[in-house]
C-alpha cells in the first residue's frame, strides 16, 4: 500500500465521515515508523490531527496494548477534571486494545486521550502513523517541524 493511495484515502474518509481526506505535503509528518522496545510506552496525549491512522507492523509479545478513552473533550470543553480523573487511572471508561500485527486502527485522536502499556519483551512494538487532512496541501511550519523532529526540510 502507497501512503497516496487513493482508494485507501477514499475509504478513510468514508470511515470518517468526510468527504474527502488529502494526503500531507509535509515530507517528515506524513508517514512516521516508530518501534518500542522493552520497556519503552508512549504516554498519555491527544492528537493534533483530528483524526488518525495507525497500522500496526509488529506486535511485541507482550505489552504494548493501546489504551485509550474516546470523547474525553470537545472544542468546546477542555474537561480537566476528566483529564486528572484518567491520569489517576480512576476513569472506567477507559478501554484497552490488544493489536495483532496488521491491524489498522482509525481513530478520533484530538478529542480521544491516548497511550501505550509499556513493551515486556525482546520484539520491538512496531506502527506505522499515516497523517492525512480534510484539506490539501498541510505541512508543518519550520518550527513545528524543528520541534517533532529535530530538524527542518
Ligand atoms: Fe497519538
Known amino acids: 500500500m502507497d501512503y497516496e493511495w487513493p482508494p485507501f484515502m477514499v475509504f478513510l474518509a468514508a470511515t470518517m465521515e468526510l468527504p474527502s481526506l488529502y494526503a500531507m505535503l509535509d515530507p517528515l509528518a506524513r508517514v512516521n515508523v516508530m518501534a518500542y522496545r522493552e520497556g519503552e510506552q508512549l504516554n498519555w496525549h491527544f492528537d493534533r490531527s483530528e483524526y488518525t491512522t495507525t497500522l500496526l507492523l509488529q506486535a511485541p509479545q507482550e505489552g504494548g496494548e493501546f489504551i485509550y478513552r474516546s470523547n474525553l473533550r470537545s472544542e468546546r470543553d477542555p474537561n480537566y477534571d476528566g483529564v486528572a480523573k484518567l491520569l489517576r487511572g480512576e476513569d472506567p471508561e477507559a478501554k484497552s486494545l490488544k493489536l495483532s500485527a496488521g491491524t489498522l486502527n482509525v481513530f478520533k485522536g484530538k478529542n480521544t486521550a ?4 509499556p513493551v515486556k ?3 520491538e512494538r512496531i506502527i506505522a502513523v499515516f497523517s492525512y ?3 490539501p496541501g498541510v505541512r508543518f511550519t519550520r518550527e513545528e517541524q524543528m520541534g517533532f523532529y529535530g530538524r527542518a526540510v
Not at 491516548?114 to 502499556?117: F, I, L, P, R, Y
Request: hydrophobic share 0%; net charge positive; with cysteine.
Open 133 to 135: 487532512y480534510p484539506r
Open 114 to 117: 491516548h497511550c501505550t502499556s
Open 121 to 123: 519483551g525482546p520484539r
